[in-house]
């Protein structure tokens, strides 16, 4: 049984900084792409951030590069994601998600609030 579960989110005024992790069991963590999405109030569910298997290759949505990074641990089984210089649009909740053999797994999230 695949499981994922986000901590580290929070209130952080603009300007801050979080670093999110997600940790995953059920699965050879090691072997697959892991990413970050997010979803603001009203908004669609939208990908920040993809990290290949091996960590080697990572893209980012436009909006984010530059101010944040992916990341793995694979012997620790988790996923990162390091947030500087947060605006209030970053405001959001963040998932964690893996595709497992055509099926997509998420977490059940974890709020980030920019705000002053």
């Known amino acids: 049984q695949v499981q994922l579960v986000e901590s580290g989110g929070g209130l952080v005024q603009p300007g801050g900084s979080l670093r999110l992790s997600c940790a995953a069991s059920?699965?050879?963590?090691?072997?697959?792409?892991m990413a970050w999405y997010r979803q603001a109030p009203g908004k669609q569910r939208e990908l920040v951030a993809r990290?290949?298997?091996?960590?080697?290759?990572?893209t980012y949505v436009d909006s984010v590069k530059g101010r944040f990074t992916i990341s793995r641990d694979n012997a620790k089984n988790t996923l990162y994601l390091q947030m500087n210089s947060l605006k209030p649009e970053d405001t959001a909740v963040y998932y964690c998600t893996v595709r497992v053999l055509g099926t997509q797994y998420w977490g059940k999230g974890t709020l980030v609030t920019v705000s002053s």
């Open positions: 059920g699965i050879i963590f090691s072997a697959y792409t």
């Open positions: 990290i290949t298997s091996g960590g080697i290759s990572t």
